[in-house]
């Protein structure tokens, strides 16, 4: 084993797949995928979205921008999916415990 074998990994970490991060989120609200890339803005669907497209960019290592395209929105809204994510998960425990199951399950589920 070189050094470039263990170091390249450790600095280039693989990606989450969106299918996978997609796929439990949809599970864990129960919300069908096709609802979390339509156009709805029900707060239920909605919240469902903000965390996939948190999950994305924590755990998925996308873009603003490759997280916008993949569910029909613009970068800016990803933005905000974030932001708002991360303010429920630090305002409800209980939230962030169940959040940090779902990513588990997703860094999982990729490995």
Known sequence: MTTRDWIIPTLC??????????????RAFGVPIE?????????????ARQMAMHIAYIKGKR???QIGRFFGRDHTT???????????????????A??????????????
């Open 63 to 65: 873009s603003y921008s």
């Open 98 to 111: 169940a959040a940090r199951i779902l990513e588990s399950r997703i860094a999982g589920a990729s490995a």
């Open 13 to 26: 970490p693989t990606k989450v797949a969106m299918s996978a991060i997609v796929d439990e989120t949809s």
């Open 35 to 47: 609802a979390m890339r339509s156009s709805s803005r029900s707060q239920e669907i909605a919240h």
């Open 78 to 96: 990803v933005i905000h999916a974030i932001r708002a994510v991360d303010a429920r998960r630090a305002a409800d425990p209980d939230l962030d």
